[in-house]
């Protein structure tokens, strides 16, 4: 499953804000810490993190998918090998139980449920 992207509402805020900064006429002077070009750097920086931080959760999905793949390969060769191994040493074999099968001679064995009559059915008055 894919990793959700992430957006901003802080950085949407500010390019709101930023565009109305940019619409007073005479333009605003809030003082040297907090101009225009400031104000559009940090947003540009935030975004530009933003960006890069959804395009590394991109390559983790990449990842993530390749890695299943390869486990996928790797799961299915465990099953051959033990196959195999039963095929050729038998399935009570202890080279069999070495490849990590459970030998036929140390299986438990199923149980019989008893069949009592317990109060599952309906009753009659």
Do not use: C, H, W
Not at 55 to 74: F, G, H, R, T
Not at 86 to 113: H, I, Q, V
């Amino acid at each position: 499953m894919a990793r959700l992207k992430r957006t901003s509402t802080v950085v949407e805020a500010a390019r709101k804000r930023l565009s109305g900064l940019k619409g007073i006429t005479p333009p605003a002077n809030f003082g040297p810490n907090l101009t225009e070009i400031i104000y559009t750097a940090k947003i540009d920086s935030v975004a530009a993190r933003l960006d890069a931080y959804n395009q590394k959760l991109a390559e983790l999905d990449q990842d993530q998918n390749d890695l299943q793949a390869e486990e996928a390969e790797l799961n299915d060769l465990n099953r051959r090998f033990l196959s195999a191994g039963e095929a050729t040493y038998g399935p009570d074999s202890n080279e069999y139980e070495m490849l990590g099968g459970t030998r036929k001679s140390e299986r438990k064995k199923p149980t019989k449920k008893s069949g009592g009559t317990g109060g599952g059915g309906s009753s009659t008055p």
